[in-house]
């Protein structure tokens, strides 16, 4: 038997490398490059660079749309006036779309460069460019806010969707009032329009006969209590005239001589009225006066007559001394002057506000005519028992102005009679917000 060691053994193959089966990488498949070229995209050619966003602790939706805000950087624009490239800027990312959060994004690593490479498969070509890292925050929104919001959506939505339901799905019934509604709202908003439209007529026709402020300020002119005036003239004593204010046959009648022989004689004549106390003998020494002295004994029957009136029968009313007593009050006053001081300032014996506004005014021009229209307003205040306010106010009335000098501790009131006259305006309503 053969030895083992001899038996042929079979011849070994050659190795052959057998063919792997390997797939194309989409890169090598038709269509697409197998070379690439690296092109670096320079600040200038892009718009807005691209962001890389962090979202720490919470997820956020890929279709959560931002606004985009900027902020060029001028210290950097200082610092790069000789570079090329342009100043930075500072992005800022904000975003309200959602219900009930508040999204804002800000730089977290402004100092470090960040580039994102863009792959462009059909040309061959990567393209690196500058971005941005951002981190995203999110906060709750203002709870008020929050309320309202949802308070108006759930109104609206339940409306539309109760409406919204019933046309679909009511019946015959539930359509034709949900069509009464409607058609119930639209009769309305016309009616309505149809009556602004006539208010709006209404004070159009009602403002062609109003009158104008110069009117109105006219007709409160006309009707303040104070003497007859030609109020258009150039001289101020030609503004108030005596026998046009008394009366031309009431003021001849005035008696003045027993005046003038009492004070030439020197004689003590007693008066009530403070004010024609300290005037009478200035005024009835001169002889050239006379015409000031009868305004003066008018002024004083004047206020005989209003310091004897005691209180009325109705509240806010003076009643006046009869006619006998009257008479002793006045004496020696005519008759003729006695009756028209009488129905000048009472109405039947009684004095009411305008009665004693009138009589007020009248002592007022009196006292200017006689203090040639410069009055210190002392004595009268004192004869008429009136508040600095009051009398100021009477002043103003007839057109005078209120002057202050103050001598130390004593503030003396002067009331001036010049043209042009001030009389108080019109007020006008104040208007309401």
């Keep these: 038997m053969a030895d083992s060691s001899q038996k042929k053994r079979?011849?070994?193959?050659?190795?052959?490398?057998?063919p792997k089966k390997s797939k194309l990488s989409k890169l090598e498949q038709p269509g697409f490059a197998t070379t690439w070229t690296f092109a670096a995209e320079t600040p200038k050619q892009q718009a807005k660079p691209p962001v890389i966003a962090v979202t720490p602790g919470f997820n956020l939706h890929d279709y959560q749309p931002f606004d985009?805000?900027?902020?060029?950087?001028?210290?950097?624009?200082?610092?790069?006036?000789?570079?090329?490239?342009p100043p930075a800027t500072e992005l800022a990312l904000h975003s309200s779309a959602h219900n009930s959060l508040d999204y804002n994004a800000r730089e977290s690593e402004p100092l470090l460069n960040h580039w994102v490479a863009i792959l462009d498969p059909k040309i061959g070509e990567i393209n690196i460019i500058p971005a941005k890292k951002m981190v995203v925050r999110h906060k709750v929104r203002s709870k008020s806010v929050l309320d309202d919001s949802f308070a108006n959506r759930a109104a609206q939505t339940h409306i539309e969707k109760r409406t919204a339901l019933g046309e679909e799905f009511g019946t015959k019934k539930a359509k034709k009032a949900l069509k009464a509604v409607a058609d119930n709202a639209i009769m309305a908003n016309d009616r309505m329009g149809v009556a602004e439209r006539n208010m709006l007529d209404s004070v159009q026709d009602a403002s062609k006969n109003m009158a104008t402020k110069e009117e109105l300020q006219a007709a409160v002119d006309n009707a303040r209590p104070v003497p007859r005036g030609n109020f258009?003239?150039?001289?101020?004593?030609?503004?108030?005239?005596?026998?046009?204010?008394?009366?031309?046959?009431?003021?001849?009648?005035?008696?003045?001589?027993?005046?003038?022989?009492?004070?030439?004689?020197?004689?003590?004549i007693k008066l009530p009225s403070r004010f024609v106390a300290n005037r009478i003998n200035r005024v009835a020494s001169n002889e050239n006066a006379v015409h000031r002295l009868k305004v003066m004994r008018y002024f004083l029957w004047v206020f005989i007559l209003y310091y004897t009136a005691g209180k009325g029968r109705e509240r806010g009313t003076k009643s006046i001394a009869k006619r006998d007593k009257l008479r002793e009050l006045l004496a020696p006053a005519p008759e003729v002057v006695v009756e028209n001081i009488r129905r000048k300032f009472s109405d039947n014996g009684v004095m009411r506000k305008s009665h004693v506004d009138l009589l007020m005014t009248h002592c007022c021009v009196f006292a200017c005519l006689i203090d040639n229209f410069e009055v210190n307003m002392f004595d009268l205040r004192e004869d008429l028992k009136l508040e600095q306010n009051q009398l100021q106010l009477y002043f103003q009335e007839i057109g005078a102005r209120i002057k202050q000098s103050k001598s130390g501790d004593k503030i003396t009131y002067i009331a001036k009679l010049a043209l042009p006259l001030q009389f108080p305006k019109m007020r006008q309503p104040i208007r309401r917000k």
């Design 10 to 18: 079979r011849r070994p193959a050659e190795d052959v490398a057998k």
């Design 68 to 85: 985009v805000y900027e902020k060029a950087d001028k210290s950097a624009a200082k610092r790069r006036r000789i570079s090329a490239l």
């Design 232 to 268: 258009d003239a150039e001289e101020i004593q030609d503004v108030y005239i005596p026998e046009q204010i008394i009366g031309t046959e009431v003021f001849n009648a005035i008696p003045v001589m027993d005046w003038q022989d009492a004070v030439k004689k020197r004689e003590n």
